[in-house]
């Protein structure tokens, strides 16, 4: 019998639209620097973060982090990605 796996679990319907609008941000962002902190509106699974940062991982960024600011001990709603070289 196959067991269900937490990547099983991970709805990554929303993984595009969340992809989308941090590279809408970042596109506005001032060319050149070596870390960019964008944030977006809305709380998203850790699955689905986990996602954002395997694929800007894989775009070049050395250090990737995606985390809610409920992750963060804050309000919840909103939704971080810190990237560097």
Known sequence: ?????????????????VLNEFEEKLIKEEKGRTYYHLVIAGEYSRGLLD??????????????TC??????????GLTGLELSI
């Open 67 to 76: 985390r809610t600011s409920s992750e963060n001990g804050e309000r919840p």
């Open 51 to 64: 996602k954002v940062e395997q694929a800007y991982r894989r775009a070049g960024w050395k250090n990737v």
């Open 1 to 17: 019998m196959k067991l269900t796996s937490p990547e099983d679990m991970t709805d990554l319907s929303k993984l595009g639209s």
